[in-house]
């Protein structure tokens, strides 16, 4: 078991961390506006997307957030975290799995474990981190696999 970071004050670089720290991130109330602006700034022009009342056509509890606002918060919060402020480029996601629906006003936070590391013959660091998103219940909403 590895060392345990909530939202650090400063960036936290590759090289010291290691392969089980666990990086958790401060919550976000996901906004009408979130949803309302990325599904329309992305082509997510599905009523339930763009208001309650077509979600509730739809048979939705609420207003539901695309999933993949869902990664782009969790991306946005581990930034913040202090976990990958220093990143330089992604390089991929894998299993990436969308579990529970995401409504509007909905609570989420990110806790993201480090499975992997090395250096390259460059000299740079590659990390790769399970990550999984979960709500106000502690329910997990999304999950991934990020190097």
Known sequence: MGKE???QEHWVKIQDIDVGDTFITRSRVVTRSDVECFATNNGFTLPFFLSERGAKEAGLESQLAPGLLTVSLCVGLLIQSGFIGTVIASMG???LRF???VYV???IRVEAEVTAKKQTSKG???CSYKWTVKNQRNESVASGINT
Do not use: A, S
């Open 5 to 7: 970071y909530h939202d």
């Open 93 to 95: 996601v894998d299993q």
């Open 99 to 101: 579990t529970q629906p």
């Open 105 to 107: 006003y909905d609570e």
């Open 124 to 126: 740079n660091w590659v």
